[in-house]
């Protein structure tokens, strides 16, 4: 079936540094993008998301980008801080037969250290 | 507004038995959408309701059922339950579509199979 592939699995950056998180799909009929943070214990929240008739979208120190030809997209965070450690998780529409699924990536683990 | 709501929180059943859930949307919103998630496959997409009529489904076999009342309250029904069925149960409810605007999550139910 479609799926989609989250690299990478853990990641830890210096607090203010950047950090990046990559996701590929395969169903090129994806056409919605978006990514989820989740903290410890608590329930995933929409951070930000990306449709295919764009190639980038930024909302403060967050930036999505999307590459349709190559299918991937990368979440960017700028000046990191402590309270951005979570899971992050890509996700992306796909089809199975005639219906559409929200299919996610394996999540990221993003540790920021202070 | 308030948030998505589920319950119960927290259920421990035993292996053969069945088990309902409850997701209370945000008011005004008309669609709701069911994800399983656990350590060892992260987050799956279950299926979605809109309207009371199931319009998205995911791969997961017939045991797991649901559906929606007129209010948009929907219910997920696991028969016959397996030890690997044990996970955070995920709701999450939006205006029209998880393609069409923000999904908003509720606090899930942490199902354990004995």
């Known amino acids: 079936g479609e799926n989609v592939e989250q690299h990478p699995s853990t990641l830890s950056v210096q607090e203010g540094d950047s950090a990046v998180i990559k996701c590929t799909y395969s169903?090129?009929?994806?056409?919605?993008f978006p990514w989820y943070k989740q903290e410890l214990g608590k329930r995933p929240q929409l951070i930000i998301d990306?449709?295919?008739?764009?190639g980038e979208k930024k909302d403060q120190r967050i930036a999505v980008t999307l590459n349709k030809t190559a299918k991937h997209f990368s979440l960017h965070i700028t000046e990191t801080q402590p309270e951005d450690s979570a899971v992050y998780f890509c996700?992306?529409?796909?089809?199975?037969?005639?219906?559409?699924?929200?299919?996610f990536g394996s999540g990221t683990q993003l540790t920021v250290l202070p | 507004k308030a948030g998505v709501t589920q319950t119960p929180r927290y259920l421990i059943k035993t292996r053969g038995q069945q088990v309902t859930l409850s997701c209370s949307p945000i008011?005004?919103?008309?669609?709701v959408s069911w994800y399983q998630q656990t350590p060892g496959q992260g987050l799956q997409f279950l299926f979605e309701?809109?309207?009371?009529?199931?319009?998205n489904k995911g791969n997961f076999p017939g045991r797991f059922s649901g559906r929606q009342f007129s209010n948009s309250r929907s219910e997920m029904n696991v028969s016959t339950l397996e030890l690997g069925d044990s996970a955070l149960y995920l709701c999450?409810?939006?205006?029209?579509?998880?393609?069409?605007?923000?999904?908003?999550f509720g606090p899930g139910t942490r199902l354990t199979v004995l």
């Open positions: 008011s005004g919103h008309r669609s």
């Open positions: 309701y809109f309207s009371e009529t199931q319009r």
């Open positions: 996700a992306a529409i796909t089809r199975g037969g005639s219906a559409r699924q929200l299919t």
């Open positions: 999450a409810s939006s205006l029209t579509g998880f393609g069409a605007d923000t999904q908003y």
């Open positions: 990306i449709r295919s008739n764009v």
């Open positions: 169903d090129s009929a994806s056409n919605y």
